[in-house]
């Protein structure tokens, strides 16, 4: 697929991609400069009032369900930050894969990490598939994907948004394939078939001080046999949920099984406002965006592992309790984890019943 803009699609540009509702700008250096002025004039952010949740990985479960195949159960385990080890249809997955100390193009400065990774690379089961949203440190590490593309027993399959496949190139890594939004990749599972379709997001890419916007950026929907899973990657508030939702709707009735049964969405990275709105949802934000995918449950993660802006480390999960209690949300409905949980999840058991029969 080529990564050249297409004038007949909006959101391809001469220069690079946009967003669907608006026209990203990134910040000059005077608003960083303002930015980081007021935070260090206020003392921001402040140091969290807890520990973030930490527990020692179940790895002879994870394993084993790795091997189980057809028989799988479908699981989440979160390992920090974005990158979530979901277990479904058969297949090991990884969101976002960011086990290094610092998110930065240099590992001796920049952004450092508040909490080891839920699971070391190493001890991983084998990763079938890696969906990486966009290009920024944070959500695409390096040494972290090239780990993967050698880890033992062959590399997986990464998928990601256009422009970034030649970047995997340069690596060394061959086992990429790029999609533009709604675009779907089909993936033969141990359940039968899974599709993998990159949506749209409200976010920007940038690399380096001259490639912003160059490639595209975005979230996934997995749609497996017994896990309709949908990752937002890194995103601001937009009408793009409820075109996700609309999007999807032929293939999420009640009779097949209902919307997704999982949503892994940001809640953290969100102050200041001034700042961050365009690009990064607030807790108050992340609700609406559950509510407008028809989301049977959400995850909220993009928090708790690399001080990146103004809030608290805890703070986003301590909003959200209040939040979701004000609402009189169960709390399974959107939920956070330790690093290193694990959830089970129901299986999509009417789905899987129409993809074998």
Not at 175 to 197: C, F, K, M, N, Y
Request: charged content about 20%.
């Amino acid at each position: 697929m080529s990564s050249l803009p297409d004038p007949g699609k909006p959101h391809h540009r001469a220069r690079g991609f946009q967003n669907n509702y608006i026209e990203f700008q990134p910040k000059s250096l005077a608003e960083l400069l303002r930015w980081r002025r007021e935070a260090a004039r206020a003392g921001l952010p402040r140091p969290p009032l807890a520990s973030i949740p930490q527990v020692a990985p179940d790895l002879p479960w994870l394993h084993a369900n790795a091997q189980a195949g057809a028989q799988m159960a479908p699981a989440l385990t979160w390992i920090g930050h974005s990158t979530v080890m979901a277990q479904l249809g058969g297949l090991t997955l990884l969101t976002d894969p960011m086990f290094s100390e610092r998110a930065s193009p240099v590992q001796f400065a920049g952004p450092r990490r508040h909490v080891p990774p839920g699971i070391a690379l190493r001890a991983l089961p084998h990763v079938d598939l890696v969906l990486v949203s966009h290009n920024h440190y944070d959500h695409l590490d390096s040494a972290s994907v090239n780990a993967l593309n050698r880890q033992p027993g062959g590399p997986p399959l990464f998928v990601v948004p256009l422009g970034l496949e030649p970047w995997f190139r340069a690596q060394g890594i061959r086992h990429a394939v790029e999609l533009d939004w709604w675009d779907s990749h089909r993936i033969a599972t141990p359940q039968g078939e899974a599709d993998v379709v990159l949506v749209p997001a409200q976010h920007w890419s940038s690399r380096g001080p001259r490639d912003a916007l160059a490639t595209l950026w975005g979230g996934f929907a997995v749609l497996a046999p017994d896990c309709h899973l949908l990752f937002a990657g890194d995103t601001g508030y937009s009408r793009d949920f409820s075109d996700i939702r609309r999007h999807f709707e032929s293939r999420q009735t009640k009779e097949r099984g209902g919307g997704f049964d999982i949503a892994l969405l940001p809640i953290g990275a969100y102050a200041p406002r001034w700042f961050m709105s365009a690009q990064h949802v607030n807790v108050e934000e992340a609700l609406p965006i559950h509510d407008d995918l028809g989301a049977k449950r959400s995850l909220g993660v993009h928090w708790g592992t690399f001080e990146l802006t103004d809030e608290s480390l805890d703070e986003p999960p301590r909003k959200l309790a209040e939040l979701r209690a004000a609402r009189g949300m169960p709390e399974d409905e959107f939920f956070v984890m330790a690093i290193g949980e694990t959830r089970k999840l129901a299986p999509r058991a009417l789905a899987m019943r129409e993809t074998r029969g």
